[in-house]
């Protein structure tokens, strides 16, 4: 059977992009650009952008392109002992990553609802943990499911399966035309009425002053390493799989160029909203940024909500905020959702509408045990193992693997022989030693503190029995996976340089 491909380069732009840009654009990187000193901040990010998110996106959009495949199928092609690695990648991010993400979009979808009658009332605060997660005390203390949040997480399950069974150019590449679109028309009409705020220059000038004496404390690199390797996708096996969708002739630099150029951008603009609506928010209750600011979850559904309140139209200004949300996740969960069934079909050759379908219920009843009173607590744990174990796990491996045992140089020429832009032998230098560094640096740098105490003032048990266990049982599923035996001859093909 042959393989699917994007209709244009363009519509494979939309879909990566689209993969990239999600919650965290939204919510993170303004958050940790005013924490780690405002318009310096950029320096770091930047740094971290051009020597570790770009060459590694090259590096996954080439690997999927020249051994045309999944993330395991490319690794099965480079050693058969290495297959493993591939389906480690899929398997945390299907059974892991999406199952919490589509709860998050959940939230956001019922606060999109909620938004109209600010259903919040005058305590958002009070009202996102008490009355709405209704927060139990302890990850043990599971309680009921909430069904609100049951009832939107079954939408968004419905949507992603909607997408992935049509397939790559009738299901994500359409979506993503409709997607990415959408929501760049969103965050422009939000960052215009943000602007009009009165406050909103207090709060940009917070967002964007220049605090240069950050710069020499190494937690505000280490940080934007990181925001870069998790905003671009890096360690998901999706733009691997996205990859190996390219027509024969697809400049490969170009795309990561514009992938991670337009994520970044994105990032930095949709920043503005949130700190001009910060600033009025501390204009309007008589308070410093510092106090309104807070990181993440809090910003999103406390601070937010608190402000839309204040605003005139805010009931209106609030639903475009949380739609922005859900359409930036959709877009991201299509994409992991489509790493493992592009995974198995390369494998085991499957009814692509009958697997999505299978995983879209499994998907669905996985992630019931985050819509619980004890939800927002086994989210933390759970992401916390993945993205700072398993996503960085899979960084390093991926940099050994490719720059080690694979012919790197054979990988450049290749890329260079269709690309627009060349890469030169400093790309191996990063690929083989730079990256792999930065990552470790972060892993020991995780380690140390979660041997010191344990993760977020859980309980041993809680952090071992959720967090790590969770993650090694995907590894135990990534084994079993790689041994069992091809039911297609896909992975004794070679890559598309061998012609």
């Not at 995780?446 to 993760?455: H, I, M």
């Amino acid at each position: 059977m042959a393989r699917e491909q994007w209709k244009s380069q363009f519509g494979f732009l939309l879909a990566a992009v689209g993969s990239a840009i999600g919650l965290g654009n939204i919510w993170r990187f303004s958050y940790l650009a005013y924490e780690h000193g405002g318009g310096a901040f950029l320096i770091p990010y930047l740094a971290a952008l051009f020597t570790a998110g770009i060459p590694l996106l090259i590096l996954e959009y080439g690997i999927g392109h020249e051994r045309v495949g999944s993330a395991p199928l490319a690794y099965a092609k480079i050693s058969k002992r290495w297959e493993w690695l591939g389906w480690w990648a899929v398997l945390f991010v299907m059974f892991g990553i999406v199952l919490y993400y589509t709860v998050v979009i959940a939230w956001c979808l019922d606060y999109f609802l909620l938004s109209f009658s600010l259903g919040w009332g005058n305590d958002p605060n009070g009202f996102f943990f008490r009355e709405f997660l209704q927060v139990s005390g302890s990850p043990a203390e599971v309680g009921e499911i909430r069904t609100p949040i049951l009832a939107a997480l079954a939408v968004v399950w419905l949507i992603n399966w909607a997408v992935v069974y049509r397939g790559v150019q009738r299901g994500i590449e359409l979506a993503n035309r409709i997607f990415m679109p959408t929501l760049l028309l969103l965050i422009v009409v939000l960052v215009a009425w943000s602007f009009t705020l009165d406050g909103a220059g207090k709060g940009i000038a917070a967002y964007l002053k220049p605090d240069f004496s950050r710069l020499s404390d190494p937690k505000v690199w280490i940080d934007a390493y990181s925001q870069i390797f998790f905003t671009l996708s890096l360690g998901f096996g999706i733009m691997i799989a996205y990859a190996s969708y390219l027509p024969r002739k697809a400049d490969i630099t170009r795309n990561a160029l514009l992938t991670a150029l337009i994520n970044s951008g994105f990032s930095l603009f949709a920043g503005f909203a949130v700190f001009a609506v910060l600033g009025f928010m501390a204009q309007s209750q008589g308070k410093a940024i510092a106090d309104v600011a807070s990181e993440s979850i809090g910003l999103a559904f406390v601070a937010y909500p608190q402000a839309v309140s204040l605003m005139p139209g805010g009931n209106l200004f609030g639903a475009l905020f949380f739609l922005c949300l859900v359409v930036a996740g959709l877009s991201s969960a299509v994409s992991i959702i489509e790493a493992f069934v592009a995974a198995v079909v390369d494998k085991f050759g499957a009814s692509r509408q009958k697997l999505v379908t299978f995983l879209s219920i499994a998907g669905f009843l996985g992630a019931t045990v985050f819509t619980t009173r004890a939800g927002l607590l086994w989210l933390d744990i759970v992401d916390h193992f993945v993205t700072h174990y398993g996503l960085v796990l899979v960084g390093i491996l991926e940099c050994f693997v490719v720059g080690w045992l694979f012919n790197l140089p054979r990988l450049r020429r290749h890329i260079n022989r269709i690309s627009s832009v060349r890469l030169g032998a400093w790309w191996d230098f990063l690929i083989k030693l730079f990256v792999p560094g930065v990552l470790a640096v972060i892993l020991v740098g995780d380690l140390v503190n979660e041997f010191s105490k344990p993760y977020g003032g859980y309980g041993w048990t809680a952090v071992i029995l959720i967090g790590r266990d969770w993650l090694l049982l995907t590894l135990v599923g990534a084994f079993v996976l790689a041994c069992r035996p091809w039911r297609t001859g896909s992975h004794e093909e070679g890559g598309r340089s061998d012609d």
